[in-house]
């Protein structure tokens, strides 16, 4: 696990600002102007390439040696071990703390836009429990924030909390993204309610090359889905703004988290996607983080994945059968049965994704997405172990 | 166009698939979950500098420009560079369509250049961003330091020749597109 927040040393800040990490082939693009950029004096490179760059009006320099940052010129050094910082990503600073925040990591599988930390629901497993606070200064933060990503960033995903709670300011990020990244994929996690009542879906219609939605639907019936996100009438919505987003031409994924409720009534749901939400291009069937709500909920979610087998082999040959995608994330492989494994994605988050010890003498180990940095032993299964070599020749 | 690519490469693995008549049916699922990955993908089609115009391109020599006699070159104590851009960020207007639908698609120029010739701080920094270029892909171009010196331009041409690209020394934009630099902003 890597932190993403740490001490570090700086001076002569004058606000909070948002950083790009600069190298020479950030300098020689020029896509992002230097009065936004840090010069990375720690590469090799740029310290080679002679004075005349460091006179160029940076916002400051990122160092290892604060006396070979200019004269009176802002500077950052990150202390060893703090966090890793490199060439291309974004950092906030916050001088007055002495704090700085990765904000976006090139290369990362998952970089997020985080709208807010308020939400309309109080899901049993939330992984990020929602506090009721005034954080509207994040809409033009993160419209900062868009302008300092790669433009060949592969995708980003939007959440928080709700991001449908910035109502029409969520409609102005995705248009900030549509035009500063039009090559990149924006996937938005929302529980798809306010599109049921409150906010209409159609103002997204056209907005943006390629926006998807992520929804969580936890049940065939209100009363277990509106249990599981602790929620009346939420099942109601959901359903509600399903119709409004495929009305709107939006691409749906349907998102579904296998906690124990859930997982007992997981074929029924499936056939209710199957009759009522053909249109969706994708349901993802995703183990519990065990962070968060989660874990003062243990009893009463945990699920083995070793006991889920039978009903998700069940699950996933009745979708695809019907030619609906289906994926199954956060869940190792060699819990699930083999036959499985290709329907299974490397979905944790590099950031926060770990191996086990039992990991080491696995021959798929290259295949399998680990588990979350904070799962302890009753997190993971019973039938953790590493698989030979001779099984995955097969495949 | 990913889509076709995919069909075409799929008929083509199917092809061979029977000549080896095993396992058809995992190249058939992989072939499907292909063309529904194509759905997300991201095609990088444009080059950097499209429908751009280039005022550097006919730059081959620092000294060639009369504008440049009183500039002390080298010392180099204060640059003067003015930022061509604005970082606050303001909300954007309500019919703004998505990108890559409209002036694109037609030809019409997006950014139309309201000098034809560059600043001398301008012509500077764009050639120390080339020099930068340069020496990030391992060529030498002398210092860092925004004069088009003969190291300078003999980097260019071997970068130029490399890349199979008419070896002037000039800064074209297929050259900068080739290097990774951008015309703006």
């Known amino acids: 696990m890597q932190p993403l927040e740490a001490k570090v040393h700086c001076e002569q800040w004058p606000a909070s600002p948002l950083l790009k990490v600069a190298g020479l082939a950030e300098f020689a693009a020029g896509i992002f102007p230097p009065e936004r950029m840090l010069l990375d004096l720690r590469d090799a490179q740029v310290r080679s390439a002679g004075s005349a760059i460091c006179r160029l009006p940076w916002a400051g320099f990122l160092t290892d040696v604060p006396e070979h940052a200019p004269l009176d010129r802002p500077w950052i050094a990150v202390p060893p071990g703090a966090f890793k910082i490199g060439i291309g990503d974004v950092v906030e600073l916050r001088p007055h703390t002495s704090k700085a925040a990765l904000r976006y990591r090139r290369g990362s599988n998952n970089n997020i836009l985080f709208t807010t930390e308020r939400c309309n629901s109080y899901c049993l497993m939330c992984s990020q429990p929602p506090r009721e606070v005034d954080d509207g200064w994040r809409v033009s933060h993160l419209c900062d924030l868009i302008e300092l990503i790669d433009k060949n960033a592969p995708s980003l995903t939007v959440t928080g909390g709700e991001p449908t709670l910035l109502k029409e300011n969520l409609r102005r990020i995705v248009l900030h993204c549509a035009d500063v990244l039009p090559q990149t994929h924006l996937h938005v996690l929302s529980n798809g309610r306010a599109f049921g009542g409150g906010i209409p879906a159609h103002m997204f219609e056209g907005l943006h090359p390629f926006l998807t939605w992520g929804i969580p639907l936890y049940g065939d019936h209100y009363g277990l889905h509106d249990y599981v996100v602790q929620s009346a009438g939420a099942f109601s919505q959901t359903i509600r703004g399903l119709y409004a987003l495929e009305a709107a031409k939006q691409q749906i994924e349907i998102r579904v988290v296998l906690v124990k409720p859930v997982v007992e009534r997981l074929t029924e749901l499936a056939r209710f996607i199957y009759r009522n939400l053909p249109f969706v291009k994708h349901v993802a069937l995703m183990g519990t983080e065990p962070i968060g709500f989660a874990r003062a909920h243990y009893d009463d979610l945990w699920v083995d994945p070793t006991d889920m087998a039978p009903v998700l082999t069940k699950t996933v040959d009745f979708l695809s059968k019907r030619s609906m995608r289906v994926s199954l994330y956060n869940l190792p492989l060699c819990v699930l049965p083999e036959h499985l494994w290709s329907y299974s994605s490397k979905s944790i988050s590099d950031w926060k994704q770990q191996y086990l010890p039992a990991c080491e003498q696995c021959a798929i180990k290259e295949r399998c997405g680990g588990f979350f940095a904070w799962a302890t032993d009753k997190w993971t299964s019973r039938t953790i172990k590493p698989v030979r070599g001779a099984l995955c020749a097969k495949h | ?185």
């Open chain 2, 1 to 185: 166009m990913r889509k076709t690519l995919t069909i075409i490469g799929t008929t083509l693995s199917a092809l061979h698939g029977v000549a080896h008549g095993s396992d058809n049916a995992d190249k058939a699922s992989l072939a499907t979950l292909a063309l529904q990955d194509s759905d997300y993908a991201t095609t990088l089609a444009a080059p950097l500098n499209l429908n751009v115009r280039n005022m550097y391109a006919s730059h081959s020599s620092h000294s060639s420009h009369a504008s440049h006699a009183s500039h002390s070159s080298g010392s180099g104590t204060s640059y003067g560079y003015t930022p061509a851009y604005t970082p606050t960020y303001a909300p954007p207007p309500q019919s703004t369509a998505p990108q890559g639908s409209g002036a694109a698609a037609t030809g019409v120029p997006l950014i139309s250049p309201t000098k034809s010739r560059p600043s001398i701080d301008q012509l500077q920094l764009m050639i120390m961003r080339v020099q930068a270029a340069l020496y990030a892909r391992g060529y030498d171009p002398g210092a860092i330091d925004g004069e088009m010196s003969a190291k300078t331009k003999e980097a260019l041409r071997l970068f130029q020749t490399a890349r199979g690209l008419p070896a002037n020394a000039k800064m074209t934009t297929e050259t900068l597109n080739a290097l990774g630099v951008a015309l703006t902003p």
